[in-house]
């Protein structure tokens, strides 16, 4: 592939690899939805979508509401970031084998589950029009902080994702595999009981 962009091979993969964590931060960011609140077609808005109300009047828990709408949401970003992940791979060079690109897969989606979670959160905390950019801030601080400080590093679920730190030939990280079902499950928790104490 870099012969035929007139750039090293290197340089080439580095960049895929840097643009497939971006895209799969985008995809948790966008998919993981407003919480309860109704998402608008065109754009992001401030304040509840009119269709709010009806949907806190029917007699569903706030908890099984979130969690049917993050449910959803997390299958559709587990697929998208799933084959994004094995594009990568056959694209990149290097010969990876099967079970290969399936834990790199497995590790990739796992780590994006962490971001998802953090965007479910802010949905709840947010208006739409902030939730973007509220996980942007957080996951760059994020990032700056793995480069500064080397635990943060270790269990930096960006840095799980990552090909470059990570290579898809090597063991599987656990440190930071692990720490991503933790924040996964703490801040979905989080959620539901911010949902469950705010007023509509």
């Known amino acids: 592939i870099g012969p035929l962009l007139g750039a090293p091979p290197e340089g080439v993969r580095r960049?895929?690899?840097l643009g497939a964590a971006l895209l799969n931060c985008f995809a948790a960011i966008f998919l993981a939805g407003a919480g309860v609140n109704s998402q608008t077609t065109y754009a992001a808005t401030t304040g509840n979508h009119g269709s709010m109300l009806f949907t806190l009047s029917l007699p569903v828990s706030r908890g099984r509401l979130f969690f049917v709408r993050a449910g959803l949401g997390a299958l559709e970003t587990c697929a998208l970031v799933a084959a994004m992940a094995t594009l990568t791979l056959l694209v990149s060079p290097g010969a990876t084998s099967a079970p290969q690109m399936l834990q790199y897969a497995a590790r990739?989606?796992?780590c994006t589950m962490a971001v998802y979670a953090l965007s479910s959160l802010l949905a709840c905390l947010l208006d739409e029009m902030w939730q973007f950019t509220g996980a942007c801030i957080c996951l760059t601080a994020v990032w700056m902080l793995q480069y500064?400080?080397?635990?943060?590093a270790q269990f930096s679920p960006l840095r799980g994702m990552s090909l470059m730190s990570y290579p898809a030939t090597a063991?599987?990280?656990w440190a930071p595999v692990l720490t991503s079902l933790l924040l996964t499950g703490m801040l979905?928790?989080?959620s539901v009981l911010v949902l469950q104490r705010k007023e509509y």
């Open 171 to 173: 063991p599987m990280p």
């Open 108 to 110: 990739v989606v796992v």
């Open 15 to 17: 960049s895929l690899e």
């Open 188 to 190: 979905s928790w989080a």
């Open 148 to 152: 500064r400080f080397a635990l943060v």
